[in-house]
C-alpha cells in the first residue's frame, strides 16, 4: 500500500492514471491503470480517498520498479511525496457475514462495487462479487492494524486470487506488464478507466480504440481440465493450430482443474481452444459475471 500527500496529489494522479480523480471520494473507491505513452497498462491500482491524500496497492513484486517510475513524474509536482506505508496492510474478506464482523450492520450498506464504509481508521471497501454471487470485500488499514476478529475464517492467498479470477478481476505480473491496453483486461468495465476525462499518460491510444470501436480482443474466463499444473503467464492459446489469444492468470482449484482468465481475439473465442505446449489440457470457456458487450458477435 502506498499513500499520495501533498498540494499536488489529484492533479499528479489525474495525469497519470486512466480514472477520473474527482469521482474518487470518501464514499467511492475506484480502479484505474496507470499506462506507457503507447498505452500499455504496466500498473493495475486502486485508488481509495483518505482525507485529502488518496492510498494505492501495488503488487508486491513490482511495487519498488512502479512507484520509481512513478516518481519521475512527480518531480513536477513541488511538495507532494509517494510512499509505501510499511505498516499498511489490505485483508480480504468473502462473503458478507465477514464485512459485517468488520463494520457492523452498516456493512449491508454497501451493495456495490467501489462503495466504502469508514471503520475507524480504516476503510471497508465493497468489491466484484465472483461468478457464484459471492461478495467480496478489501479492508485497508493504513496507519493502525485492527485485528481481524476471530469468527472471520481465514483464507489462502490462492483462494483469493481464485475468487478475483472468478469476479474477472486480473492481476499483471511481470510477464503481462506493458502488455495490454487497459480495455483488453476488460477494465472499463470494472470502473476502472474514464473516458472523457483529460488528457494522461497513454489517453490517446486508449482513447481511440475505445472511440472507433478499434478493440478486437478482450479478457474471457474459462476453466481448464486434466492438468497437472495450471499454465503460465503467457502462454498461448491455439484455435485452429493459430494463436489466439493468451494467459494473463491462471491457478489450479483442484488436483487436475482450474480456472484462468485470458486475453483471447473476439473472433476466435467460439472456436475450440487449447494451450500451447499442454495438448492433453481441455478448456471450457465459462461467463463472466459483468457484461461485455465488445465481446458479442457483430451484427454486421
Known amino acids: 500500500m502506498a499513500r499520495i500527500s501533498g498540494p499536488g496529489t489529484d492533479k499528479f494522479v ?8 474527482d469521482e474518487v471520494t470518501n464514499e467511492q473507491s475506484l480502479r484505474a491503470a496507470a499506462c506507457t505513452h503507447k498505452g500499455r497498462t504496466y500498473c493495475l491500482t486502486r485508488l481509495v480517498r483518505s482525507g485529502e491524500d488518496l492510498l494505492m496497492d ?22 507532494t511525496t509517494l510512499e ?15 464485512a459485517v464482523s468488520v463494520g457492523g450492520e452498516e456493512a449491508d450498506s454497501l451493495t456495490g462495487p467501489g462503495q466504502v464504509l ?31 476478529p476471530e469468527d472471520i475464517p481465514e483464507i489462502t492467498p490462492e483462494q483469493w486470487l481464485a475468487s478475483s479470477i472468478s469476479a474477472g478481476v486480473p492481476w499483471l ?49 474459462l476453466s481448464f481440465n486434466n492438468a497437472h499444473q495450471a499454465p503460465n503467464v503467457g502462454t498461448k492459446l491455439l484455435a485452429d493450430g493459430k494463436a489466439v489469444g ?27 481452444l487449447s494451450l500451447d505446449g499442454m495438448d492433453k489440457v481441455t478448456i471450457s470457456l465459462q461467463q463472466l459475471p459483468y457484461a461485455v458487450p465488445e465481446q458479442l458477435p457483430s451484427e454486421t
Open 84 to 98: 509505501t506505508l510499511s505498516a499498511g496492510r489490505i485483508i480480504g474478506l468473502i462473503g458478507k457475514a465477514a
Open 173 to 221: 505480473t511481470e510477464a503481462s506488464q506493458e502488455a495490454y491496453v487497459p480495455q483488453m483486461l476488460n477494465l472499463q468495465h470494472l470502473q476502472g478507466v474514464h473516458f472523457k476525462k483529460g488528457c494522461y499518460t497513454g489517453q490517446e491510444v486508449i482513447a481511440r480504440m475505445h472511440f472507433l470501436g478499434q478493440l478486437k480482443k478482450s479478457l474471457h474466463r
Open 14 to 21: 489525474q495525469g497519470q492514471f486512466t480514472q477520473h480523480v
Open 118 to 148: 469508514k471503520v475507524g481508521d480504516s476503510h471497508l471497501i465493497r468489491i466484484e462479487n465472483t461468478a457464484d454471487h459471492t461478495a467480496r470485500y478489501e479492508w485497508w488499514q493504513a496507519t493502525t492494524e485492527q485485528p481481524v
Open 58 to 79: 501495488f503488487n508486491t513484486s513490482q511495487a519498488e520498479a512502479t512507484i520509481t517510475h512513478l516518481k519521475k513524474y512527480l518531480m513536477l509536482f513541488r511538495g
Open 246 to 272: 493468451e494467459v494473463v492468470n491462471a491457478l489450479m482449484t483442484g488436483d487436475l482443474n482450474g480456472e484462468m482468465l485470458a486475453v483471447i481475439r473476439h473472433d476466435a473465442s467460439s472456436k475450440v
